[in-house]
C-alpha cells in the first residue's frame, strides 16, 4: 500500500550507454506520468500512459527516449546511448484517473552521464 | 503557450515570518493547480490541491488560493518554521491537454533560527 516507487534511485552511465528507469505507481492507479527534472528547474512532462496505452509522449526529447508500460502497471522508462544532457532526475507520478487528479510522485531516479 | 511562472525563485527569512509565495499561469482555463514541497535530493510531496472550481485550499499553517481570472495563486505560510526549508514548486493541469502538469521552476525557501 506504499506510493510510488522508482528504481534505481541512483544511476551514472558512460555517454552511449544504454540504461533502464523502472515506476511502480500506486496499485489501482490507471494514469502514469514520466517528467525530467533539471538541476534547479521544475520538473517538466515527458509522456502519460492511460492503463497500458500511452497516450501523450509529446514531451519525450528525441527518439533515444521510449515508455512502456505494457500491463497497465510498472512502467520502465528506456534510454538509449545517453548523452550528457540527459543527466538530469527521473520522476514517474501516478493518479486515480483518466482526468488527471492529484498526482502522487515517486522519489526519482537521478541518472548521471559522464 | 501554457507558461507558470514563481517569484521570487529564492527567499530568506527568519523564523516565525509570515510568507507569500506566488504563482502565475498564462491560461485562466484550469482543472486545477497543486502545490508541492521539494527537499534536497528528494521527489515532490504534495502539499495541496485546488480544483478549478475552488478560491482556496488549507492544510495546517499553510493556505493556498486561486484566481482564475486574473491566473494567480498564492502559497501563504505562516509562522515559519526552519523545518519549512525546501523548494516549493507549483503546478498547473491545464484543460483541454492530456493530464499533464505544467511547473514553475520553484521557490527556493531557507527559513534560519
Known amino acids: 500500500g506504499a506510493g510510488v516507487s522508482q528504481s534505481p534511485r541512483y544511476k551514472v552511465a558512460k555517454r552511449g550507454q544504454d540504461v533502464a528507469l523502472r515506476c511502480d505507481p500506486i496499485?489501482?492507479?490507471?494514469?502514469l506520468f514520466w517528467y525530467q527534472q533539471a538541476l534547479g528547474q521544475g520538473p517538466e512532462f515527458l509522456t502519460y500512459?492511460?492503463?497500458?496505452?500511452?497516450?501523450?509522449k509529446s514531451g519525450l526529447p528525441s527518439d533515444r527516449f521510449f515508455a512502456e508500460r505494457p500491463e497497465g502497471s510498472v512502467s520502465t522508462l528506456k534510454i538509449q546511448r545517453t548523452q550528457q544532457e540527459d543527466s538530469a532526475v527521473y520522476l514517474c507520478?501516478?493518479?486515480?484517473?483518466?482526468?488527471?487528479?492529484?498526482?502522487?510522485f515517486g522519489p526519482g531516479t537521478r541518472l548521471t552521464v559522464t | 503557450k501554457q507558461e507558470v511562472t514563481q517569484i521570487p525563485a529564492a527567499l530568506s527569512v527568519p523564523e516565525g515570518e509570515n510568507l507569500v509565495l506566488n504563482c502565475s499561469f498564462t491560461?485562466?482555463?484550469?482543472?486545477?493547480l497543486q502545490w508541492f514541497r521539494q527537499d534536497p535530493g528528494k521527489g515532490l510531496t504534495s502539499l495541496l490541491l485546488?480544483?478549478?472550481?475552488?478560491r482556496e485550499q488549507t492544510s495546517g499553517r499553510l493556505n493556498a488560493s486561486l484566481d482564475k481570472s486574473s491566473g494567480r495563486s498564492t502559497l501563504y505560510i505562516a509562522a515559519s518554521q526552519p523545518g519549512d526549508s525546501a523548494t516549493y514548486l507549483c503546478?498547473?493541469?491545464?484543460?483541454?491537454?492530456?493530464?499533464?502538469?505544467?511547473f514553475g521552476a520553484g521557490t527556493r525557501l531557507a527559513v534560519h533560527p
Open positions: 500512459f492511460q492503463n497500458e496505452a500511452q497516450l501523450d
Open positions: 503546478a498547473v493541469l491545464f484543460s483541454g491537454g492530456y493530464n499533464k502538469l505544467i
Open positions: 496499485s489501482g492507479h490507471v494514469s
Open positions: 491560461d485562466s482555463a484550469i482543472y486545477n
Open positions: 485546488i480544483q478549478s472550481s475552488q
Open positions: 507520478a501516478s493518479s486515480s484517473t483518466g482526468n488527471g487528479y492529484e498526482q502522487y
